[in-house]
C-alpha cells in the first residue's frame, strides 16, 4: 500500500501526538515548553563546552606552531655558533701571525693579508662580528676582564687598554667573550 504525503505527515503528527501523552502518563507533569527550554539550555551549555574545547585546542597548536619555529631557529644559530667556535683559533692563529711579520717579505705580508681578510668575510657572510678593540667601554656581557691597570691620566674608568683575544657574536648571542685588560 502506497501511502501520499499528506497521509504520511498525518501519521508522523499522531505518533508525536502519542510520545507527548505517553510523556504525561508516566507523571511528567512539566508543559512542553518548560522541556524545550530546558533542552536548549542543556545544548547551549554543550556547545560553549565545545566552543571552549575549540579554542584551547586551536591557541594550543598556534603557540606549538610558535614554539617549533623559535626551536628551529635556535638549533640553526646554535650549530652555526659551535661551527665557528671551532673556527675562531684560526682567525687568532692568523691575528698573531699579522703581528709578527716584521722582517718578513712584502708577498707574504701581502698574502697573510689576504688569507685574514676572506676568513672575515666569511665570518660576515654567516653573521658574525668580532668585538673588543682599545678604547671601548668595558662591559662586562661582552669582555672577561682578565687584569686590571690604575691609570691616573686617563680620563674615564672602565675603558679597555689592551686586547688579549677578540671577543665573537653571533647577531645578539655571544660565541666568546672577549679577553680584555681594563683601566682603573
Known sequence: MKLNEKDSEETVEENLGDDVEEGYEEGDNRGSE?????????IKKELDICKDRLLRTTAEYDNFRKRSEREKLQIYSHATSNAVLGMLPVADSLELAEKSVEGSSAEYK???????????????????????????????????????????????????????????????????????????
Open 110 to 184: 701581502k698574502g697573510l693579508s689576504m688569507v685574514k681578510a676572506q676568513f672575515s668575510e666569511a665570518l660576515k657572510k654567516l653573521g658574525v662580528e668580532s668585538f673588543g678593540k682599545v678604547g671601548e667601554e668595558f662591559n662586562p656581557d661582552l669582555h672577561n676582564a682578565v687584569s686590571h691597570v690604575e691609570d691616573e691620566d686617563s680620563e674615564k674608568e672602565n675603558l679597555i687598554s689592551e686586547v688579549f683575544q677578540k671577543g665573537y657574536k653571533l647577531r645578539d648571542k655571544v660565541i666568546r667573550h672577549a679577553m680584555v685588560q681594563v683601566v682603573n
Open 34 to 42: 518548560e522541556l524545550k527550554s530546558e533542552d536548549l539550555d542543556k
